[in-house]
């Protein structure tokens, strides 16, 4: 039996060739329609898409020929957002969704992302170890009865769900960059705009890297890292543009910019986002990650709402918004999450909610963050890879642990002090410690606390 490594602790991601091609997709099909039948009444049905990768389009029909091999029927909605996958299994009533792709990683690579009915996820915890031993063990039935294949759009029934957010009489008028990167965002881009015209909206969209091309002509999109930030910048400032949009590859992610084309922090978005639920609905609960928290827990508190704080990363979110009944729930990744979108993450909503809250409060981007920045200014992620990880965060806690009010273990180790506070955290997607720092209105503490925890880390 081969081990497939392509299966990770949230999904499947993999080198091309090696650790995924047509074979081990249609494997997966297989084994993730066995899941099903395992756990879910007959007949079943699974919606599937894919973005613009190269490959994606190849190994979404070796998806599709396993599933049906497994008597599943699948729905092949198109080139897709992972979020519109999310959206079609929940709207379609299907008991499964699977979107090909590999996101903001490199060109050699290709992934899946899976979900069960209800758009609910399936990670290592919850139903991705089942299906990573089947498509191991390859040894599968005769096929006997096979489903059938049909085509379908949810692109409409998406973008009505996405104007539900918004009231657009609010919308005053503005001009928007939105950077596509060359991903899959364009189409949903178009379709918005499209609708705002229809009902009057006063946007006016300056479109970058807009056509779907999985050659990345401008390089992968992943706005996170700052040398992919500078295009979105240039347009913004010739066009003297009211804010910045970019998106990751499969748009679950979205990054936003100010007027000015500095790029803001996600961390100080989710306080926005806050903001704007807790004003139409008032003491809902709202789900934030342990990484950076003040400013997010200080906003929800004014608002009166109720802050939980959750381990980081996609699965423990979602189940903790559902547990919760959270209307939101935000990440510093940009990654942020809504009730009535299933739970899941989204990265169309974000940027609607952003250009509806600026309209209301008749504020720029950068008025609105100014002083939640300055009110707790924060290191950002510092990733490092080290040899020892566990012990390395040892060593910090053994440090600063006596001095410390607060000591959290929600995900990594939390300390909290009188005016700062760090996390540090081993990532659960690469070999790398993650440290995130902040203050209250104290830079020069700030990063005095940053330096002194990368020094133990790196001396260990």
Known sequence: ??????FKAYDIRGQLGSELNVDIAYRIGRAFGQYLSSTQSSPKTVVVGSDIRLTSEALKQALANGLMDANVNVIDIGMTGT?????????LGTD???EITASHNPMDYN???LVREDAKPISGDSGLRDIQRIAEQNEFPAVTKRGTLSQNSILIAYVNHL?????????????IVVNSGNGAAGHVVDEIEQRFHSLNIPIQFIKVHH???????NGIPNPLLPNCRADTTKAILEHHADMGIAWDGDFDRCFLFDENGEFIEGYYIVGLLAEAFLQKDAGAKIIHDPRLSWNTIDIIEANGGTAIMSKTGHAFIKERMRKEDAVYGGEMSAHHYFRDFAYCDSGMIPWLLVTELLSVKQMKLSETVKARIEAYPSSGEINSKLTDPQASIACVRAKFESDALIVDETDGISLEFGDWRFNLRSSNTEPVVRLNVESRRNIPLMTEKTLAIMKVL???
Not at 1 to 6: I, N, Y
């Open 163 to 175: 104007m539900t957010y918004i009231t657009p009489q609010n919308i005053a008028p503005m001009k």
């Open 96 to 98: 499964g969704g699977v």
């Open 111 to 113: 992934g899946m992302k």
């Open 83 to 91: 979020e519109e996958i999310y959206f079609a299994t929940k709207y």
């Open 211 to 217: 056509e779907a091309n999985g050659h990345f002509p």
């Open 1 to 6: 039996m081969t081990k497939l490594t392509c």
């Open 458 to 460: 790196h001396d260990h």
